[in-house]
């Protein structure tokens, strides 16, 4: 009963493209969603977030959209370099029932490969 | 000057032995986190400690203990290892309790081995 989940393990594309990364969830009372980005041997790293009071959020070449009623999120990453490959993990946190404990519930991660 | 560092970064053990992960955190953050990522590589908290305060227990077995000895170290302390224990363990730290949109800043793993 995985509430966040990333379908697709994988996305190859091409330098200068476009990439696209999607997430899942299935916990209505989520309102607050997170990407992070993870090289080998490293911990992830915080990317971007979105609020549930929002539809989007850009930060330079990435942008995160979130679809409410579909409770569907995506990245958005461009153009794509190949220094962007990495391990995608998609995040979401109930921050009311959580008690803003900060509690994040992680998908799976996707693997992004960028090539030249 | 790391962040959050982790020791070891990698542990092979042997199946009902006892171990410790350690986790440091300079950043001055006031809550620290243990996840556990698994083999379908889902990232899964299980404690999050606040000025050595446990603050999220998530249904993890007890042989599993966290330990805070002041606000920059959250230990991890597990007892009769089993072989499902084999995951990366990731310590991280965020800013405050009270604002759950606090980054959190990861360590690079700990990669734990049962055999």
């Known amino acids: 009963d995985q509430q966040v989940k990333q379908n697709s393990p994988s996305l190859s594309v091409q330098e200068g493209r476009i990439s696209i990364l999607n997430c899942d969830y299935t916990?209505?009372?989520?309102?607050?969603f997170l990407w992070y980005k993870k090289y080998p041997a490293e911990g992830p790293t915080f990317l971007i977030s979105?609020?549930?009071?929002?539809d989007k959020n850009e930060d330079g070449r990435f942008t995160v959209f979130l679809n409410k009623s579909a409770k569907h999120l995506s990245l958005h990453i461009v153009p794509s370099q190949p220094g962007d490959s990495a391990v995608y993990f998609c995040?979401?946190?109930?921050?009311?029932?959580?008690?803003?404990?900060?509690?994040?519930?992680f998908g799976q991660g996707t693997t992004l490969q960028v090539k030249p | 000057d790391t962040a959050v560092s982790q020791t070891p970064k990698y542990l092979v053990t042997q199946m009902g032995n006892d171990k410790s992960i350690k986790c440091e955190q300079n950043?001055?953050?006031?809550?620290m986190y243990w996840y556990k990522q698994d083999s379908k590589k889902f990232l899964k908290i299980m404690f999050s400690?606040?000025?050595?305060?446990?603050?999220i227990n998530e249904t993890v077995p007890n042989r599993f203990s966290p330990k805070s000895p002041d606000k920059a170290h959250l230990n991890l302390h597990i007892n009769s290892l089993e072989l499902g224990d084999s995951a990366v363990y990731f310590c991280?730290?965020?800013?405050?309790?009270?604002?759950?949109?606090?980054?959190?800043?990861f360590g690079p793993g700990t990669r734990l081995t049962v055999l």
């Open positions: 991280a730290s965020s800013f405050r309790r009270g604002l759950g949109t606090d980054t959190q800043y």
């Open positions: 916990n209505s009372m989520f309102d607050y």
């Open positions: 979105i609020s549930s009071i929002k």
């Open positions: 995040a979401a946190s109930d921050l009311k029932g959580s008690g803003n404990t900060g509690k994040l519930i």
């Open positions: 950043l001055g953050h006031d809550t």
């Open positions: 400690y606040n000025n050595k305060e446990l603050i």
